[in-house]
């Protein structure tokens, strides 16, 4: 099946600074998302990215598709910004999405 | 709008009791999916469902789990007779399930401890 995998699996940043976070799957996708679980352990939608580029706020996510990539830009990074950053794509038969073991971020004041 | 409702938000079960985790997915979702997280881990897929039907349970252990989607009514997840090594954050996530838009959505999780 396929496989997600993320890097780096930790992260920490001093308030104010940029960062890119990475995830690689291993075979073609016809959509990928990002996600955020705050410390509180919500799960919040970031991005629904299968191809190109889209910004929301400080964040942007690119997903170049034909290489099996996508990353996650956080700049001027903020200390609610911290948690644990997944990405996920569906399996073949669409039922299910595929987790990567996610980035630990870590911002500081 | 509402976002997918789960119920509890914590659940405590003394093994061998059963736990009962319900979803309520957003308006309009017609297709639910639960997945559990443990500790320090990612996310793992259990099942899938649309009304009534189960399309997906590859996720889901064999044995004293069960999930259902009734037409009317949430989403419940059971787990019969808890150990100690169901104690995990069960999520559950809805998405439209039609279209190229397939973007699913999660609740906020119920948090089972069996002691």
């Known amino acids: ?109 | 709008n509402a976002g997918v409702m789960q119920n509890p938000r914590h659940l405590v079960r003394r093994r061998g009791q059963e736990a009962r985790l319900r979803c309520s997915p957003m308006k309009g979702h017609s297709h639910v999916y639960w997945y559990r997280q443990l500790p320090e881990e990612g996310l793992k897929f259990m099942v899938y469902l649309q009304k009534e039907n189960i399309i997906d349970e590859s996720g889901m252990p064999k044995e004293r789990f069960s999930a259902e989607f009734p037409k009317e009514g949430p989403s419940i997840l059971r787990i019969q007779q808890v150990v100690r090594g169901d104690s995990a954050a069960y999520f559950c996530a809805s998405s439209p399930g039609t279209g190229d838009r397939k973007e699913a959505f999660f609740g906020q999780g119920t948090r089972l401890t069996v002691v």
């Open chain 1, 1 to 109: 099946g396929i496989q997600v995998e993320q890097s780096p699996p930790d992260l920490i940043l001093q308030e104010g600074a940029n960062s890119t976070l990475r995830c690689n799957f291993s075979d073609s996708v016809n959509n990928l998302q990002w996600f955020h679980q705050n410390p509180w352990g919500q799960l919040i939608n970031l991005f629904y990215i299968p191809s190109g580029t889209k910004q929301n706020g400080r964040l942007s996510a690119t997903t170049v598709a034909t290489e099996r990539y996508s990353l996650l830009y956080i700049s001027s990074s903020q200390t609610t910004d911290s948690g644990v950053y997944f990405c996920a794509s569906p399996n073949q038969a669409g039922t299910a999405l595929i987790f990567g073991k996610g980035t630990t971020l870590s911002v500081s004041s």
